[in-house]
């Protein structure tokens, strides 16, 4: 890979080189030149366009009227089933305004005659009537000032997408205050070499996102991004967290040889993806990967997966489109069923709200302790009924399990089998085929099912343990929330105490268990979950030759032994020294790059 | 709910108040008429299905709207 970047001892570079430092969200490294992405300036310039584009100005404006319109119908129709129709009917307000006539004409004529930019005219336009709305006496009308403000940002985001994005140059490294999961599939396609933010945390969505697409990325850079100009030089390591702007040449150097280790390395894992996984003395461990793109699926077998132990189908639809109906939804997991078998692929029904996917704005307090997961879906069944058939429909071209997302208690599982059961009959009276034996498993991520383990093993076919929610919840700690972030530590012991208990249920009830978590990637723990019991491990593919290599170096007494003394420990810190000394003792285990070390 | 009424007819609809006139198929003129209650209103149609637009729109207005735009 080559990188147009010189370094900066010519006589008129910028300063001397500047180190900052995050945290690794995606292992890798890039070199190449910084684009810094606004997000919060969604303000249009004035801007006049040739006589020829005004008819793909229209167009635009079409295209990002539609594109509003359909998330203001999304959100509309979620706030109606959660926050009652008078908030609903606010969304379906702001559409109505999207297709104004007033409105329309009036930016068509700037357009048209005016050769405006769309987005600079629906700005004006816009603004017109928000003053003349904002120097009403009347309070209600001055509130519908901030709708119309909505509106025209949700339109002008739209408007500005496409030129954002031909504005990055092919292999930039994005440089922002924060990026969402959505940002990052955009940039993907510009073939980005890496991004830095301010915000967020290594399990936060977009990280995940970063994993998964194998773009390095840092996060936590606390303002860093705003010290770093448009079109510097610099180095990112993910590995190590740094992100070095204006670097010198033997910094650059230095980089680019670290690079290629770490390529090598990446070789040699691809090498060994066909290797069993298996302890020393022979115990065979299953890994299975986390998705949540129709993309990755075609690299599982590059990584050595065994199966896909959880689909995460909230991200497949978090496009423009929304979420598609029965028939477009069976014709997604269809295409990753024909992929994936015969190896099962466990989708988990969409998990909605919390951190996921906001489907009621800023009104629920506590979004995570709130409407989400299992939750939503059974209140909902306009969202359930049609992701249900979809795949059992798909049931018959290739093993697959149905995961249920935020489950607390029994009933929720109990209600859900119903429905499902129903739902069969139903298709089965349509004549349409179902696979006879579809296993329904439920997520352990609420501290009360993972105390109840016992009885869910007994009623699902197969549990799943996400750590990060589990961790979360059980420690109190929003793990987004900067101030708090840092006590988020998934090996605590309370939090581990808990995952034992619900792997030892389902072993105990002969039920399949998998950890899917960012805990079950981390290096220092996969031996303690061997200990535990565990030989279900489910992570981002990219992590699984490392997980591979790790499981291949140990003993299962040795981790049974390294478990309990873990278990034992009074805080994380007693855990984590306790690793140290563990890992000191197992030198060869110790990953060259990727420390996942607290 | 005055717009979305009006949508469902081709007749074009102008509410007038004070010798200002909007479209009534504009929520962003209805909005900015900015009729508090109580006021004097006069509604125009035209259009082959005025009568129909006309006889929703005043069921509309005398049941109160129900409290909504």
């Known amino acids: 890979m080559s990188d147009d970047i010189q370094s900066t001892d010519g006589s008129e570079g910028p300063g001397p080189p500047k180190l900052f430092n995050g945290i690794g969200a995606s292992p890798g490294i890039a070199i190449g030149r910084s684009y810094r992405y606004e997000k919060t300036a969604y303000q249009a310039n004035e801007r006049v366009i040739a006589r020829e584009d005004v008819e793909r100005e229209l167009a635009r404006l079409d295209d990002a009227t539609r594109l509003s319109e359909r998330d203001l119908h999304k959100i509309a129709s979620v706030a109606r089933g959660q926050l009652g129709t008078e908030s609903a009917n606010l969304f379906e307000a702001q559409a109505l305004m999207l297709h104004d006539p007033e409105f329309g004409a009036a930016v068509r004529r700037h357009i048209v005659e005016d050769l405006w930019a769309a987005d600079y005219a629906a700005q004006t336009v816009m603004e017109r009537h928000r003053e003349r709305l904002q120097r009403s006496g009347n309070p209600y009308l001055r509130e519908r000032a901030h ?63 970063a994993r998964a697409l194998g773009i390095p990325a840092i996060v936590g850079l606390q303002g860093a991004a705003a010290q770093i100009p448009n079109g510097s030089s610099i180095i990112l390591d993910a590995l190590a967290g740094i992100v070095i702007v204006d670097p010198d040449e033997e910094q650059l150097s230095k980089y680019r040889a670290k690079r290629e280790r770490y390529e090598r390395m990446l070789r040699e894992q691809r090498a060994s993806a066909t290797l069993p996984a298996a302890t020393i003395d022979g115990c065979r461990i299953s890994l299975m990967a986390n998705l949540e793109l129709e993309e990755e699926v075609a690299h599982l077998k590059w990584f050595g997966a065994e199966g896909v132990g959880l689909f995460r189908t909230e991200l497949l639809f978090m496009s423009d489109t929304g979420i598609p109906d029965e028939t477009g939804q069976f014709a997604c997991y269809a295409r990753i069923v024909e992929q994936t078998r015969p190896m099962v692929t466990t989708f988990r029904l969409m998990d909605l709200g919390g951190d996921k996917i906001r489907l009621t704005g800023p009104s629920e307090r506590n979004p995570d302790l709130g409407w989400r997961g299992i939750r939503v879906l059974l209140e909902r069944e306009d969202l359930l009924r049609p992701q249900l058939r979809a795949l059992l429909r798909v049931s018959t071209k290739g093993p697959i399990r149905i995961l249920l997302p935020m489950v607390t208690e029994l009933e929720e599982l109990r209600r859900l089998k119903r429905i499902m059961g129903d739902t069969i009959q139903e298709m089965k009276e349509e004549g349409i085929g179902v696979s006879e034996d579809i296993p329904v498993g439920v997520m352990i991520e609420v501290p009360a099912a993972a105390l109840q383990a016992a009885h869910f093993a007994r009623e699902a076919d197969f549990m799943s343990i996400g750590t990060n929610d589990l961790t979360q919840y059980v420690l109190a700690v929003d793990r987004s929330n900067e101030l708090v972030a840092h006590q988020f530590n998934e090996k605590h012991p309370a939090v581990l105490r808990l995952v034992a208990k619900a792997i030892k249920a389902g072993v105990e009830a002969k039920k399949s268990v998998a950890v899917c978590g960012e805990l079950a990637a981390q290096v220092p ?51 984590s020294n306790t690793l140290t000394d563990w890992f000191e003792r197992h030198k060869e285990l110790q990953s060259p790059f990727l420390s996942n070390a607290d | 709910m005055i717009v979305r009424a009006a949508a469902k007819y081709r007749a074009d609809f102008f509410i007038e108040k004070d010798r200002y006139q909007i479209n009534g198929k504009s929520i962003i003129g209805v909005m900015t008429l900015a009729a508090e209650q109580g006021a004097q209103l006069r509604l125009v149609f035209t259009g082959d299905d005025a009568k129909a637009a006309a006889d929703d729109m005043v069921a509309l207005f005398d049941s109160g709207f129900g409290e909504e735009l």
């Open chain 1, 147 to 209: 709708d119309m403000a909505d509106v025209q940002f949700r339109l002008i985001r739209h408007l500005q997408r496409g030129q954002i994005l031909s504005r990055i140059d092919e292999k930039a490294i994005v440089v922002a205050e924060s990026l969402t999961a959505a940002d990052l599939i955009l940039f993907s396609r510009r073939n980005l070499l890496g991004c830095v933010m301010d915000h967020g945390a290594q399990t936060a969505h977009v990280s995940i996102m």
């Open chain 1, 525 to 575: 723990a996969i031996p303690i979950l061997i200990g535990f019991g565990l030989r279900e491990f489910s992570a981002s593919p990219i992590y699984l030759p490392e997980m591979k290599r790790v499981i291949r170096g140990v003993t299962t007494a040795e981790c049974e032994e390294l478990a309990r003394s873990c278990l034992e420990r009074e805080d994380a810190t007693g855990v």
